[in-house]
Every structure is written in C-alpha cells, then in structure tokens.
C-alpha cells in the first residue's frame, strides 16, 4: 500500500513550451500533497502544498503563475510548469500525506524535466 | 520546523551494521522523527517513523533518547544496495510538509 505514481517519468522540452506533470496516489486518499523540486547533488526543496478543492499554498520565491498547481481529486494533483526555461530543469518530486495514523508522507518516482 | 543535523557522509563495508544520528535539539512536542532512504533519480522511500524509544521494523531500528533531542536510525548487515542518501525529517503530523535537510550520503563497499 501507499503508492504514489507520477506521470511522465521524464520530460524532454523546448523552452517556452508548458509541461504538465501528474501525481497520483494508488491506494488511498490524499487530502494534501506536496510538490517538491531536486537539483542535482542537492536536497529537496518544497515548492508548494496542494489542498484538495482549494488553491495551493507556495512557498516563498515560487512564482505561482508559473507553476500551477490543480489538485482535482483526493488521488490527483498536477504541476504545470508554463514557458519553460533551461534553468527549470530538474527533478521534481510529489508526495502525499495518508489520512488518518501518522499520517506518514509518501512520495513519488520523480519526473526529470529537461528544457532545451 | 526542526532544523536537523546529519553527518555528511559515512562509509561502511558489506555486512557491517550501520548506525547513522541524527540531531534535532529544538523537537517540538508534536513532531515525529521520520527517516527516508533516496536513490539516485528516484522519490524519497519511507523507511520508519517514531516518536519516542525504540522502534524496529522488518528494515531498520530507530533508537530515539528520552529527551528526543536526537535519533539513530540502525541498518543491520548492509549490502551494496543501502549505498544511498538518508534523510532524517522532524515534524508534527498537521498539514505542513517535511522539510528536508541535506541528509547523509552512505556509500557501502563490498
């Protein structure tokens, strides 16, 4: 139990192209999930919590406009990364929080981005 | 959140058990202390949770002191394939997400 996919695994784009990434929770429901971005040799770093049926709460220096994040359902929530650029290029990481417990995050495979 | 300190590195030979501490002095009451094991180009992967004494799973012990101002995660008779990153996470189980710190690069050689 407690699987959380993401979709695409890795990414190839031009710049100024938008990225969509999807996250979903397999086996339970998640009110809360977290976007998370890795570069390389580096930790995880939040960007953003995602609160089903509500607007994303982003932390401090990610520009909301240009990661749009829609968490539609209790198993899924979406990143979309707008006019891309080189620089946005990275690892990015989402997890969900299981109700109830411990409430234990989870977190996904990753999806590599790379913008040319 | 609670900061946490973690060596940045350690290295172990095959079959050994490996003990890696970590230190989180300003542990609030609410937070429970979460350990993750990441490989390269993938998630995070859960390895245990606890709040306080010991707690063993088919995986790894975590041993956590009285005053929970640190923790040690325990790895009985690694093998090449624990060669990883470890992250040691301290929170409450609220809303708020974990915070990573730079975590403990375990390279295990044969």
């Known amino acids: 139990g407690a699987v959380v996919s993401q979709h695409p695994s890795r990414v190839i784009c031009k710049s100024g192209t938008s990225v969509k990434i999807e996250c979903r929770s397999l086996?339970?429901?998640?009110?809360?999930m977290f976007w998370y971005r890795q570069f390389p040799k580096q930790s995880l770093m939040l960007m953003a919590t995602?609160?089903?049926?509500?607007?994303?709460?982003?932390e401090q220096g990610v520009e909301k406009d240009k990661f749009l994040i829609n968490h539609a359902s209790l198993t899924l929530s979406t990143l979309t990364v707008t006019s891309a650029h080189p620089e946005d290029s990275s690892f990015y990481i989402c997890s969900a929080r299981i109700r109830g417990g411990l409430e234990t995050q989870y977190f996904g495979p990753g999806t590599r981005l790379l913008v040319l | 959140l609670a900061k946490t300190t973690q060596p940045i590195s350690m290295d172990s030979y095959e079959g050994q058990e490996v003990n890696i501490t970590c230190s989180h002095n300003?542990?609030?009451?609410?937070?429970?202390i979460t350990w993750y094991q990441q490989f390269p180009s993938q998630g995070p992967r859960f390895i245990i949770q606890?709040?306080?004494t010991k707690v063993t799973n088919e995986v790894a012990s975590l041993f956590i002191p009285a005053d929970r101002k640190s923790s040690t995660l325990s790895l009985p008779r690694v093998s090449l394939s624990d060669t990883a990153v470890y992250y040691c996470?301290?929170?409450?189980?609220?809303?708020?997400?974990?915070?990573f710190g730079s975590g403990t690069r375990l390279q295990v050689q044969p």
């Open positions: 300003n542990i609030a009451t609410n937070d429970y």
């Open positions: 995602s609160n089903e049926g509500s607007k994303a709460t982003y």
């Open positions: 086996d339970f429901q998640a009110t809360t």
């Open positions: 996470l301290v929170g409450d189980t609220g809303r708020r997400a974990l915070t």
């Open positions: 606890g709040y306080k």
